[in-house]
Antibody, heavy 128, light 112 residues
């Protein structure tokens, strides 16, 4: 079964750090681009970050740039999100999601930006 | 924070049709594929439509997508009570060097 399982969420004080993990199974993890998407309580979806299949290319939402770092370990079939300098507005359910397709060729990268597999989410609460 | 605009809510009786609009700009919808997601209460989003109008395996043909210029539309025909959910459009915004993902504001579908 194709599956993504997030972990690592919890309660953290403002200014603190947290590392989220997303364990993939049932598919060739190293072939897929991956994303993090978050959703504050009662609010809509917000894209956070993406990484290409070999980890050489990343991008971030302006709201987390410089504070969050996305990475992956293809040998462990695991995606990560290192979150530093956390703020109250980072409080949300964090989902990892698989991109339907993506590749780089001739110096340019192309991907669907359609997320076909989602994890169940992990809650991050930033509060004192 | 959402750069794609959707109506907050739409409603119709069982068996009827609803359409949900998603309005963006040339840097996002105008030059990139649009996808649509269904989020039932308390669950993760589910992909309904990708590359503007394609349905993943297992998604019924009651769901359809289209794109024109800087706007996209999701249609749901034969509305069922199980379709009550929040729906989001999504795409990529190429206005910055590395680009950023963007979602719509979300639309709540109510079956009367």
């Amino acid at each position: 079964e194709v599956q993504l399982v997030e972990s690592g969420g919890g309660l953290v004080q403002p200014g603190g750090s947290l590392r989220l993990s997303c364990a993939a199974s049932g598919f060739t993890f190293s072939s897929y681009w991956m994303h993090w998407v978050r959703q504050a309580p009662g609010k809509g979806l917000v894209w956070v970050s993406r990484i290409n299949s070999d980890g050489s290319s990343t991008s971030y939402a302006d709201s987390v740039k410089g504070r969050f770092t996305i990475s992956r370990d293809n040998a462990k079939n695991t995606l990560y999100l290192q979150m530093n300098s956390l703020r109250a507005e980072d409080t949300a359910v964090y989902y990892c999601a698989r991109d339907l397709w993506g590749y780089c060729s001739g110096g340019s990268c192309y991907f669907s930006a359609a997320f076909d597999i989602w994890g169940q989410g992990t809650m991050v609460t930033v509060s004192s | 924070q959402s750069v794609l605009t959707q109506p907050p809510s739409v409603s119709a009786a069982p068996g009827q049709k609803v359409t949900i609009s998603c309005s963006g700009s040339s840097s996002n919808i105008g030059n990139n594929y649009v996808s649509w997601y269904q989020q039932l209460p308390g669950t993760a989003p589910k992909l309904l439509i990708y590359e503007n109008n394609k349905r993943p395996s297992g998604i019924p043909d009651r769901f359809s997508g289209s794109k024109s210029g800087t706007s996209a539309t999701l249609g749901i025909t034969g509305l069922q009570t199980g379709d009550e959910a929040d729906y989001y459009c999504g795409t990529w915004d190429s206005s910055l060097s590395a680009g950023q993902g963007v979602f719509g504001t979300g639309t709540k579908v109510t079956v009367l």
